[in-house]
């Protein structure tokens, strides 16, 4: 297995590229299964996570084209409507083909996404909704199956405002009989690209990134060209790096708005945040002071920075308490930050991190996606060097991690199993 090797100390200086959204392609290339049409998508990066979704596409009859970060979908002979358990335990957002594929074609067999480290990660608020939109839902020898002979628009409310439910009810809805309203749904930017690549398709979707979703249909959709938003959790992961190495670092393709609560949280801890168009630049000071932090859906601060916001606190003066308020369990990084000299107490859903002078590097292990890049993030700043083991999580989500950040000075490389 591949594991990168990090050796602490230096401060990244220089300028990095944030790549496409992984939150917003995944939706994406799900809703290219509604249209018979063509979808080209541009600015798609390369994932572990974008592989499997395109390995799901294939598997249920998409045609896929790839040009570097150029991905073209022929939905024209999509035909299986069965996601087998083996696709969807390597990724949850597998499911986020069932809205399309109901939509479409009045049925979708799904296996239980399996629950992953983070949580057990139930799919209730997806199935109520399509059941609410006239789909009947059978869950045997773990397979989901919705079928319906056509759905109707319908009021829907969340309980949460689950992102992923709030993107396959959209998606299913814009093949509804008349309106589909979604009231409590996710605000992530994620979901105005989606609304965005949907409407461009054809679709008649408003109020994305607002609580309230109105979907007309059912719409006849067609084919569309379009280019993912930059990922903000990425950019965010980098503007922490800056922040804690004590670095002087510009991240470009990035949309400052969706990062507002990272810059709040980095200005808060005595970073130095300077916004401008399409690009922030982060200096960090060379001690930093620590804050308290809260998970909550977009705009709150993100669950997916959680992590790495924590690896700023346990080096920071003082003492900082986190809440993990969307998640469960995604703590799981807080052994691995412990083996590492952190000091770390852990109450439920409540961390209190009481800031170090300096980590140790040790070998550790990542359990997921975002609790391996806040590895990374202390490996920059530890002493010595730190092992990190299991990295093809981190390959899930983050593009050419290892070369970005040695490009900004850091001193990481990636080796074969040692
Ligand atoms: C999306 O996951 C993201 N993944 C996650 O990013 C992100 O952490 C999460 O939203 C929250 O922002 C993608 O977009 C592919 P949810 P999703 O449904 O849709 C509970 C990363 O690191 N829930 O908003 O699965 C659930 O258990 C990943 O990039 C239900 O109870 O998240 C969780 O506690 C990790 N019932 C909370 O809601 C449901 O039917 C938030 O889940 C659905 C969700």
């Known amino acids: 297995m591949e594991k990168f090797i990090v050796i602490g100390g230096k401060r990244l200086k220089g300028s990095v590229r944030a790549s496409g959204a992984k939150n917003a392609i995944l939706p994406i290339l799900a809703a290219s299964l509604l249209t018979k049409g063509v979808s080209v998508i541009h600015e798609v990066p390369a994932l572990l996570d974008v592989q499997v979704m395109k390995e799901v596409l294939k598997y249920l009859g998409a045609r896929i084209k790839c040009d570097g970060s150029i991905v073209t979908v022929d939905g024209s002979k999509v035909s299986s409507l069965e996601i087998s358990e083996d696709l969807m335990r390597k990724m949850r957002a597998s499911n986020l083909v069932m809205g399309p594929l109901l939509g479409r074609f009045g049925k979708v067999k799904a296996a239980y996404p399996g629950g992953c480290a983070i949580g057990s990660r139930p799919m209730d608020l997806h199935l109520k909704g399509f059941a609410a939109m006239g789909a009947s839902i059978t869950e045997k020898h773990g397979y989901i199956i919705a079928e319906t002979d056509s759905l109707t ?99 470009q393709n990035v949309i400052p708005e969706h990062v507002e609560a990272v810059i709040a949280k980095l200005r808060e801890a005595g970073a130095r945040v300077e916004v401008a168009e399409d690009n922030i630049r982060v200096t960090g000071p060379s001690r930093l002071k620590s804050v308290d932090l809260k998970t909550l859906p977009y705009p709150g601060f993100p669950t997916d920075m959680q992590a790495q916001m924590m690896v700023l606190m346990t080096v920071a003066q003082g003492t900082g308490v986190v809440s993990e308020a969307v998640f469960e369990n995604r703590y799981k990084h807080v052994d691995e930050l412990r083996r590492m000299g952190a000091d770390i107490k852990i109450e439920g859903r409540v961390a209190i991190v009481k800031g170090i002078p300096q980590l140790s590097g040790t070998f550790v292990e990542v359990t997921d996606l975002r609790a391996g890049a806040a590895l990374v993030l202390a490996g920059l700043i530890a002493e010595d060097a730190t092992v990190i083991e299991n990295v093809w999580h981190i390959d899930r989500g983050y593009e050419h991690l290892e070369r970005k950040l040695s490009l900004l000075g850091a001193r990481i490389m990636r080796v074969n199993g040692i």
């Not at 749904?185 to 679709?203: C, I, T, W």
């Open 153 to 251: 628009g319908t009021e829907l409310h969340l309980d949460f405002p689950s992102v992923g439910a709030t993107e396959n009810l959209m998606m299913a809805a814009t093949q509804a009989k008349g309106q589909t309203i979604i009231r409590n749904a996710a605000k992530e930017p994620e979901l105005v690209d989606l609304q965005n690549f949907l409407n461009s398709l054809g679709a008649r979707v408003r109020g994305a990134g607002t609580d309230l979703i109105k979907i007309e249909g059912p719409t006849e959709l067609g084919s569309a060209d379009h280019t993912v938003i930059p990922d903000r959790v990425e950019a965010g992961t980098y503007m922490i790096a800056a922040a804690v190495t004590g670095g002087d670092v510009i991240i």
